[in-house]
Nanobody, 115 residues
């Protein structure tokens, strides 16, 4: 069992920045993938960015150049820094962890970007 504790998010003006943090606890495999997904009302949950234990990173095209994901392996923490936020970035952001066929989701944190 893995628990994911998310922090960050909130209301941000367009052009602003935010920082989302997620810490995993519980049974943690050394080789895993952590990341962030988001879901706007009436849409499917989609990838924002992921980073694996080796530091390999994957970004959605919509956030390339504006987002930066990093992780602190000693703390099992992943951080997403988003800059130049746009109203279309408004969504619930979910932390995600997966390894060895297991996957877990955080409860989600709301990000609202006002124009």
């Amino acid at each position: 069992q893995v628990q994911l504790a998310e922090s960050g998010g909130g209301l941000v003006q367009a052009g602003g920045s935010l920082r989302l943090s997620c810490t995993a606890s519980g049974v943690i495999f050394n080789i895993n993938v952590m990341g962030w997904y988001r879901q706007a009302p009436g849409t499917e949950r989609t990838l924002v960015a992921t980073i694996n234990s080796l530091g390999d990173i994957n970004y959605a095209d919509s956030v390339k150049g504006r987002g930066r994901i990093s992780r602190d392996r000693t703390r099992n923490t992943v951080i997403l820094q988003m800059n130049d936020l746009k109203p279309e970035d408004t969504a619930v952001y979910y932390c995600h962890w997966r390894a060895r066929g297991y996957e877990y989701w955080g409860q989600g944190t709301q990000v609202t970007v006002s124009s």
